[in-house]
């Protein structure tokens, strides 16, 4: 019997995945993410958001605690779908919290009480794609195109605003055998499993770029990965992340503040 149709209509639930460590914020966003998707339902996601820097006070001292945000967000689920994500356990240190769907997913959200950065359109691009790319890593979506509209429809902008996101997005994946073969070679001592997701998502990112785009500046692609590893990854991620870029640069054989041609 077709249980859907005679229950209450379906919902979206957005789902924060908090925690110090980043790799028990991976472990627990996927885990969320297998077990809602093996109930038959889509699921947008797991989604890397700006880490942040929580103060921990006590009597005597203080301290400062770097915590990593996932985000997945079920499209239509379902009643199975509820009961999965009760019987899923946690590791300690990780916080689950339910939160409402209703604002789109925004690339970098602001800082409280700061003011709102100058819109970068190319930059924007460079988040959603690494964001993407993580979720991807995640979920291996069989179907890429259901994959790309559930995300760029969550966009704060237009899909056409992400034209330069799509063509990074495609390309990674296309060269994504290649891609991996320069990150294995340059990350020197590092076995390429223990590679954090969002690094692994940022260099793949930035080495397609230097690989295939030649009319940007490779300074301005390495640059751009080390300020994505600085606000969503954790404090040794900008010299893991440049040491890879600086050491595959260089054997390019391009002039690193010019684009070719210019």
Known sequence: MDTDSHSPARTRIRIRIKGPDFRLADQA??????????????????????STVEALRSSSSYDELRCHHRLLEIIESKPQTIDALRRINLPAGIEIAVVAPEDPVAAVEPVPGEAPAKRNRRRDSRV?????????????HGDIVTGLYDFFGEQSQPREYYAFAEELIQGVIR?????????????????????????????????????????????????????????????ESKRFVNGILDRYAATLGRDPRKAEGA
């Open 128 to 140: 959603a794609a690494m964001q993407f790319l993580y979720s991807w890593e995640v979920q291996r």
């Open 175 to 235: 060269d994504l055998a290649l891609i991996d073969e320069v990150i294995v070679r340059f990350a020197q001592n590092w076995a390429f499993e223990r590679v954090a997701k969002v690094d692994l998502a940022t260099l793949r990112l930035a080495i397609f770029e230097l690989m295939r785009r030649t009319d940007i500046p490779p300074v301005v692609t390495m640059n751009e990965a080390i300020d994505i590893a600085k606000v969503f990854s954790t404090e």
């Open 29 to 50: 966003a996927a885990d969320v993410a297998h077990s809602v998707t093996a109930t038959g339902v889509r699921a947008l996601g797991p989604l890397p958001l700006p």
